[in-house]
């Protein structure tokens, strides 16, 4: 079987299932799921193919993109179907022919490349007159500073004004993480999937406090809408937690005694 390196940037199912970055990354497709029914979809940077998959149960046809070759031939392996397919390529020279699809899904992906005026002008040269460009990406004023693996983050202004020469339709949406307490009998809390409870929102945010943008991108106007999602994902156990401070904790009381007997008490 094809392996996949576990970087902790890619989300790979068989590895992250039931985590937060699992529930993250899998809400971004199911809200786009409704969005494709049909049509020709590009899935770039579609890493270990999970979503490529997802998206390619109601699309007509799916290309997922991507430029690791070891990701392509993983997800080959395990999510090819007979409407989607992957290829190796970059985000910059995307493989594919003038006006090829009707949907490009971007999800965390702009932030990775180098020129993003270069792969926003390819989505435009792929996607169809009347396409739509699914695009979400960090929000720089709340996502974790120096992450090696982001090229650049995003403020709101900055990727709307981005996206808006090409795609002058921009209707926002926005991804946003809480920890999430629920009271369900067993039934409920027990199996994964759709679940029937409500939601209360005890924590409002600001417009500036968003995880991440979700955008709908269109030269026309935009008629296509999102469904609100909630998932439940990175159990949260206090017990666990303690017990990772004390650690943390430890290891910290090991570095100190250790620079103690090294150089001295601090001045």
């Not at 020709?40 to 109601?58: C, F, K, P």
């Not at 929000?139 to 992450?147: A, Y």
């Not at 979700?214 to 026309?220: G, K, N, Q, V, W």
Request: proline fraction near 6%; glycine fraction near 6%; include cysteine.
């Amino acid at each position: 079987m094809a392996l996949i390196d576990n970087d902790g940037e890619r989300m790979v199912p068989e590895v992250h299932a039931g985590s937060l970055l699992y529930a993250e990354h899998v809400t971004r497709y199911l809200a786009a799921a409704p969005l494709v029914t049909g049509r020709r979809v590009l899935d770039i940077a579609s890493g270990s193919g999970y979503g490529t998959h997802l998206l390619s149960q109601s699309a007509a046809h799916v290309t997922g993109v991507d430029v690791s070759a070891t990701a392509v031939a993983y997800a080959q392996e395990v999510y090819g179907t007979d409407n989607n397919e992957f290829r190796v390529g970059d985000a910059m020279a995307i493989p594919l022919a003038d006006d090829a699809v009707d949907v490009v899904v971007s999800f965390e992906t702009i932030e990775h490349v180098a020129d993003y005026a270069a792969f926003v002008a390819e989505v435009d040269r792929v996607l169809a007159p009347d396409g739509l460009f699914v695009l979400s990406t960090p929000n720089d004023t709340e996502f974790v500073q120096d992450n090696h693996f982001h090229l650049h983050q995003f403020t709101y202004d900055e990727l709307v004004d981005l996206v808006r020469p090409r795609f002058a339709h921009v209707e926002p949406y926005f991804q946003a993480t809480w920890k999430s307490v629920v009271l369900a009998p067993a039934s409920v809390l027990s199996v994964e999937g759709p679940v029937e409870t409500g939601t209360l929102n005890l924590c409002p945010l600001a417009p500036e406090q968003y995880l991440y943008f979700y955008l709908l991108c269109a030269r026309r106007p935009v008629t296509e809408t999102v469904e609100p999602l909630h998932a439940l994902g990175g159990h949260y156990s206090d017990r666990v937690l303690h017990d990772q401070d004390l650690a943390h904790a430890a290891a910290v009381a090991q570095v100190e005694a250790l620079r103690r007997r090294l150089v001295g008490p601090p001045d």
